[in-house]
């Protein structure tokens, strides 16, 4: 194996199908999105090149003003949730349940896998109004508080949080795995040597398992952010944008906007928006080890 891994051109046929299918999936369509941002229109057919004008004109369009704020709303509150509410799922896991652990990973995980169509359709269910109470509204009416019943997913006040818990619940639980995998690698020696020291849960908690879970919580941060901010089909089936455009987000936005109405320089200014926006919050959120090493 050495001797393989040390012959460049043995390595170098090893990797280029894997790094032909990169260039070709990920860094070409870039470039080509690129290209297209700089022209009004589809670039090839009676198209014009108008440079950075495009980019000019995104922020004085209110659509994608608000867009941009709904994005950042939505994906801040999909990050606390489904890293927040997975860590203290692992915690549970780790600290609070004795038997069944298997069943219960089983359990929680459960939601992950099933396809977002699915998930969109069964809380369009769970919210729904009409023709008949779906289960939020079913369970107002049955503790009497009918004042409460509404269409969830009809309301601008309502409807991105409905988005947000629909997410969190299908997600929340890969992340307590992903946390409870890295929590079992802690060596068992150091939790028994607090545990005789009087250690108490609180502390062990925040002087163990968090400083040692640490690295793995920015990773997750991180899958997270760059998970939702481009998430499509959840909005795109259970509200398609609406109502009005309280859960336009900026990938609704942009789908609308390229393959709707035709504007691909437009649209594509957007996207390479999108893709900044991302690089630079996922380059500050890989930072913050460092960050916290300095303070100290």
Known sequence: ??????????VWVFMLPSLLLV?????????WTLGY????GFPGFGSTFVGFRNYLDLWSDA????????????T??????????????????????????????????????????????????????????????????????SDLIRGWLGETSTAL???????????????????????????????????IDGVNARQMIRHIFLPLVFPVIITATSYCFI?????????????NGGPGYATTLMSLYIYSTAFTYSQYGFGSAMAVVLLIE???????????????????
């Open 278 to 296: 991302t690089v630079l919050i996922t380059m500050l959120i890989r930072s913050v080890p460092n960050l916290a090493k300095r303070w100290r």
């Open 161 to 195: 949080w409905c988005l947000c818990v629909a997410d969190i619940w299908r997600f929340m639980g890969f992340y307590a795995v992903l946390f409870y995998a890295a929590m079992i690698e802690i060596p068992e020696d150091i939790v028994e040597a607090a545990r």
């Open 76 to 145: 801040l509150v999909q990050v606390v949730g489904q890293v927040g509410l997975g860590l203290c799922l692992a915690l549970l896991l780790k600290m609070g349940v004795k038997r069944h652990k298997d069943f219960m990973k089983t359990l929680i995980f459960f939601p992950s896998v099933i396809p977002a169509i699915a998930v969109a359709q069964l809380f369009i269910k769970v919210y729904e109004v009409r023709p008949q109470y779906g289960l939020l509204n079913s369970l107002l009416a049955l503790v009497g508080r």
């Open 37 to 40: 941002s700089l022209f009004d």
């Open 63 to 74: 659509v994608f003003r608000q867009s941009f704020v709904t994005t950042l709303v939505y």
């Open 23 to 31: 260039i070709g999936m990920m860094y070409i369509p870039i470039g």
């Open 227 to 239: 998970g939702t901010i481009k998430v499509f089909e959840m909005p795109y089936v259970m509200t």
């Open 1 to 10: 194996m050495n001797t393989l891994l040390s012959d460049k051109k043995a």
